[in-house]
């Protein structure tokens, strides 16, 4: 069945988010890697999929695999904002300052962040939440 209630986009970034903590736990962790990239190689054909080195098997793998791939998919800048805050573990406020290991800055850190939560909403439909009836307005 179809569920036609409008998508909860606050509780379903939240599922996002959470669903994304083990990624980075893993390249903490290093049971997986991917070789360092200079800001200026990750670009539209940069594939972080094909990259992937898994140094131990985990039960996060197929997740690690699957958020790559939307990773893969999304567009340069939104890629790299993905990169550095998932995978290096560089904070947004650090990126938009320029207060970080690489004096690497992008003033739309936020804002390409933002972008690129919400296209990778879509990639993972088994985390979307829908409004409740009795959360609508209109009835």
Known sequence: MVNLNPIDKRRTVKNLKEALKPLRAAFELGLVTLPEYQHYEIDEYTSFRKDLIVISNSEYDALIHKVL???????????????????????????????????????????????????????????IVYKKEEELSWV
């Open 69 to 127: 791939c939307a990773f893969d998919k999304l567009p340069t800048e939104q890629k790299q904002i993905m990169y550095y805050v998932y995978i290096k573990g560089i904070s947004l406020c650090g990126l938009s300052s320029g207060d970080n290991d690489l004096d690497l800055e992008i003033t739309s850190a936020y804002y390409q962040h933002k972008k690129a939560i919400n296209v990778l909403i879509y990639a993972f439909q088994e985390l």
